[in-house]
């Protein structure tokens, strides 16, 4: 199988609203996100994807009603050929989805045919994990506000590569791990142990570093993580990446990180 250097070549942001304030957070620091700020990072990070090789970035308009709408990586998993659309447990989120879709219809050039996950299913991005040879999609079981089993199995019926599901009890999986390109990963394995993903080798985040699990592969061995996780980037150095540190503060404080700022067009979906 011919291996990609990066497995999307579009992707979607969508910077904060006025009101990312009173977003769906239980990071202790919320009440002091400064909105202002959180906009300026925003536009640092779109800014390094924009020096990506051969990247196109959509940017989608700000949604005032839906505060959390910046985390745009979690309403759905868009594919050239499919995108499915997820389904939130948290009620307050259910309008990015729909918010989504309408956007999309300007993009029918850029994504696939829309497939939707439904009740009882939930799915939220932020616990998938596509890569080159299958998808990892983490779960919860019982009573879940985010992706539950119902969902995962949803999703497996829309796309083409074989889903795993993956029972993980982080706030989403995507906390914990991160894709980088051919068989390698980014990965936290006192969270995620290294066995659920058979095949793969490991650039390791120590578990004091956990934030900077939540990394995006830029491509020509680029790799854009949150500052101040001097373990993670040396480890990444050593296997032969080059770290893109930046701030993302704000983000943080809204219980979210990098990979939880864009929304990957998939090649192989």
Known sequence: M?????????????PPADSYNRCVS?????????????????KNYVSILK?????????LPPLADLPDSVFVTDPAILGVGTCVIGRFGEKTRRGENHALVEDLRNYSGEVGEIKIVQDPGTME?????????QIFAGYRSGESTRTNLQGVKQLAKHVKLNVQPIKSNTFHMLCACSYLTGNEMLLASDVLPASLFPGFEFVSVPKSELYASEALYLGEKRVMLPVGNPRTSKNLKDAGYEPIEIDLSEFYKGDGGVSCLSAPVYKML
Do not use: C, Y
Not at 51 to 59: A, G, P, R, W
């Open 2 to 14: 011919r291996v990609m250097d990066r497995v999307f070549d579009v992707i979607f942001v969508r």
């Open 51 to 59: 020096e990506s090789k051969n990247l196109k970035v959509f940017e």
């Open 26 to 42: 239980t990071n202790p620091a919320r009440d002091t996100i400064d909105v202002t700020l959180a906009k300026r990072q925003h």
């Open 125 to 133: 991005g932020g616990d998938i994990l596509v890569t080159e040879k």
